[in-house]
C-alpha cells in the first residue's frame, strides 16, 4: 500500500512528450504582466518619439474649430464633412501608439511561450461551474500569491508617484506664475518621467512573476513513477503483447521454415544439436541455400520431418556447427565452406541416382 502512494506522489520532472501535450493544450508558463509592462513602456517612448507629431495635431484639432469652423453654416453636409476630417486626425494620432502596442504585446508573447495557436483554453468547459471547486480557487495558494503581487504591484506604483510628485513639489508650486504652453511642457515631462519609473518597476515584478510562473507550470506538470510507466506502455506499446506479438511472429516464421524442410537436398547433424537444411538448385542459385537450422529440440523436429519426406539426413560434425554459427536461413553459404557442401551435395545426389 505504502509502495503504491509513493509510486502515485508526483514527484518526476515533466517527460517531453507530457510537454508536448500541455502545449497544446494551451497550459505555458505565461506571465500576463510582462506584455502589459512592454505595452506601458512603448507607449511612452512612441509619445517621446512623436512628440512633435502629436503637439501638431492636438494644436490643429483645438485650433481648428475656432479659426475655421465659426463661420461655417450649420448644415448635415458640414457637419459630416467636419467629422470625417477630426476622425481622420484622431485616428493618425492612434495609428503609431496602436501599432507599436500590437507589435509589443505579440513579442512579449512570443518571447514567452513562442508560435502557440490553439482553441482549447476558450473552450466551455461544465467542469468550471462547480462552485465547490471554484470556492477551493478562491481560497488556494495560488489566489493568495495573485492578491500578494497586486498588493506589491500597488505599493510600488504609490511608492514612485509620491516620490516623484513630492520631488516636484517645488517645480509645481511655481506653475501659478507660468504660461499654458510652459506648464503643458512641465506637466507632459513630468508625466513621461513617472510613467517610464513606474514601467521599468512592473517590467522588473513582471519577470520575477514569469519565474514564478514557471516554477507553478512544471511544479503542476509533474508525473508520477506510474505516469511515466503509463506514458511509455501508451507510446512504445505494452511490453506484454509486443511480447506476444513477437511470440507469433517467431512461431509463423517456424512453420514457414518447417514447411520447407521437405524441400532440402540434403539435412546436416551434429547429431544431435544442431541440423540445417540446405538446397542447390543451378538454375536459379549461385551457391547452396541454408533454408532451415535449428538447435537441439528444433533440430529433432527437423530430422522427424526429413525422414517422413525422404530427404537424406547425414552426419557431419564440423560442418554442422560451421553453417549453424555462420548462416542464416535464406542466406547462401560460406565460399570457403562450397567444397565441404559440394562434396555432401555430391553424395547425396549419388544415392540418389541423380546428376546436377
Known amino acids: 500500500m505504502n509502495l503504491q502512494l509513493f509510486s502515485g506522489e508526483k514527484t518526476e520532472e515533466a517527460t517531453p512528450q507530457k510537454r ?3 502545449r497544446k493544450k494551451g497550459q505555458v508558463a505565461k506571465s500576463m504582466d510582462i506584455p502589459g509592462a512592454a505595452i506601458m ?7 517621446l518619439m512623436f512628440n512633435d507629431f502629436y503637439m501638431k495635431r492636438i494644436t490643429w484639432l483645438f485650433t481648428d ?15 459630416m464633412q467636419m467629422l470625417g476630417q477630426y476622425a481622420i486626425q484622431i485616428l493618425l494620432l492612434l495609428a503609431p501608439v496602436f501599432g507599436i502596442v500590437v507589435v509589443l504585446a505579440l513579442a512579449a508573447s512570443y518571447a514567452q511561450v513562442g508560435f502557440l495557436l490553439t482553441g482549447e483554453p476558450i ?28 498588493v506589491l504591484k500597488m505599493s510600488v506604483i504609490g511608492y ?23 506648464i503643458l511642457h512641465f506637466a507632459g515631462g513630468l508625466t513621461v518621467n ?42 512504445e506499446g505494452d511490453p506484454l503483447i509486443k511480447g506476444k506479438i513477437r511470440e507469433r511472429q517467431r ?26 537444411a540446405l538446397k ?7 551457391a547452396p541455400q541454408v533454408i532451415a537450422k535449428g538447435q537441439d529440440h528444433m533440430a529433432l523436429r527437423i530430422r522427424e520431418v526429413a525422414k517422413q519426406n525422404r530427404v537424406v539426413i547425414m552426419e557431419n560434425k564440423p560442418l554442422a556447427r560451421a553453417l549453424f554459427a555462420r548462416t542464416e536461413i535464406g542466406e547462401s553459404i560460406p565460399a570457403d565452406l562450397f567444397q565441404a557442401v559440394a562434396e555432401v551435395l555430391a553424395y547425396v545426389y549419388k544415392v540418389r541416382g541423380k546428376t546436377k
Open 20 to 22: 508536448r501535450e500541455t
Open 280 to 286: 542447390y538448385d543451378n538454375s536459379q542459385m549461385a
Open 65 to 79: 474649430a475656432f479659426i475655421h469652423r465659426m463661420s461655417t453654416d450649420v448644415t448635415i453636409a458640414n457637419i
Open 160 to 182: 514612485l508617484v509620491y516620490t516623484t510628485l513630492n520631488g516636484a513639489l517645488h517645480e509645481i508650486s511655481k506653475t501659478a506664475y507660468m504660461s499654458v504652453e510652459a
Open 123 to 150: 473552450m466551455p468547459k461544465f467542469s468550471k461551474l462547480d462552485p465547490i471547486k471554484g470556492f477551493k480557487n478562491i481560497v488556494s495558494i495560488r489566489s493568495a500569491v495573485e492578491f500578494v503581487k497586486s
Open 194 to 235: 513617472l510613467g517610464i519609473k513606474v514601467g521599468v518597476a512592473l517590467f522588473i515584478l513582471a519577470i520575477f512573476d514569469y519565474m514564478y510562473q514557471r516554477y507553478e507550470h512544471n511544479k503542476g506538470i509533474r508525473m508520477s513513477k506510474q505516469d511515466i510507466k503509463d506514458e511509455y506502455k501508451k507510446s
Open 251 to 276: 512461431r509463423m516464421a517456424m512453420q514457414r521454415m518447417m514447411q520447407e524442410v521437405p524441400n532440402a537436398d540434403v539435412i546436416i547433424t551434429n547429431p544431435t544439436h544442431f541440423a540445417v
Open 41 to 47: 513602456l512603448g507607449g511612452i517612448f512612441c509619445l
